[in-house]
Antibody, heavy 115, light 107 residues
C-alpha cells in the first residue's frame, strides 16, 4: 500500500528555519500532485501548499506565502517543505498528502516554534 | 479564497443513529468536495471524494451528496468506531480549504 513518511520536525526558535521531508513509496510518485497540510494543537486542518507532479504548478496558503517553499525530487521519491521565518503560530503537526483528493496521508511530524 | 463552513461544530449521537453533517462553500465548487475522518492522534482518512464517490474500503454506511455550494455527509447507522471528527475540503480552487470540523461524540 502507498506509504508516506514525514521527517524533520522538531523544536525551533521564532525566526528560525526547518526543512521537512516526506518519503513516498509503493506507488508512482511522479504521477501525482503532492501537498502539505498542518494541524495546530487542538485545532482543525489547514492546507499549506501543493506542487504538481512536474513541479510546474506550486501554490501556497496566504499564511505561509513568502516564508515556506515546497519542492520535490522525483528521482528520490521525496517531497520537501522549507520553512523560514518561523512563528509561534506555525506550531503544528505537518502532514504530507497525495493528490488533489488527499487520498493518502503520512503519520505527521511535529514542529514546535518556541523560545 | 473559498470559505468552507460546517454545521454543526459538534453533535452527540448514539450507536445506530443516523447522522448528517452539512458543509457550505462560499461560492460554487461544482462537485469538488471531499470528506475526511480523523481520530485523535492519527492522520485524517479520506471517506468521500467528488462529493459522492466513496473511497475504496470505506463502509457503505457513509455517503455524500450535494453540488454547487451545499453538501452533506451522512452516516446511515452510527458504529462505535465512527466517533471522530469529520472535515470537508474543497478541491475546486488551487488554494484548497477545509471546513472547521464536526466532532461526533457519544451520547
Amino acid at each position: 500500500e502507498v506509504q508516506l513518511v514525514e521527517s524533520g520536525g522538531g523544536l525551533v526558535k521564532p525566526g528560525g528555519s526547518l526543512r521537512l521531508s516526506c518519503a513516498a513509496s509503493k506507488y508512482t510518485f511522479t504521477s501525482y500532485t503532492m501537498n502539505w497540510v498542518r494541524q495546530a494543537p487542538g485545532k482543525g486542518l489547514e492546507w499549506v501548499a501543493s506542487i504538481s507532479s512536474g513541479s510546474d504548478y506550486i501554490y501556497y496558503a496566504d499564511s505561509v506565502k513568502g516564508r515556506f517553499t515546497i519542492s520535490r525530487d522525483n528521482a528520490k521519491n521525496s517531497l520537501y517543505l522549507q520553512m523560514n521565518s518561523l512563528r509561534a503560530e506555525d506550531t503544528a503537526v505537518y502532514y504530507c498528502a497525495r493528490d488533489y483528493i488527499l487520498d493518502y496521508w503520512g503519520q505527521g511530524t511535529l514542529v514546535t516554534v518556541s523560545s | 479564497d473559498i470559505q468552507m463552513t460546517q454545521s454543526p461544530s459538534s453533535l452527540s449521537a448514539s450507536v445506530g443513529d443516523r447522522v448528517t453533517i452539512a458543509c457550505r462553500a462560499s461560492q460554487s465548487i461544482s462537485s469538488f468536495l471531499n470528506w475526511y475522518q480523523q481520530k485523535p492522534g492519527t492522520a485524517p482518512k479520506l471517506l468521500v471524494y467528488g462529493a459522492s464517490s466513496l473511497q475504496s474500503g470505506v463502509p457503505s454506511r457513509f455517503s455524500g451528496s450535494g453540488s454547487g455550494t451545499d453538501f452533506t455527509l451522512t452516516i446511515s447507522s452510527l458504529h462505535p468506531e465512527d466517533f471522530a471528527t469529520y472535515y470537508c475540503q474543497q478541491s475546486y480552487s488551487t488554494l484548497r480549504t477545509f471546513g472547521q470540523g464536526t466532532k461526533v461524540e457519544i451520547k
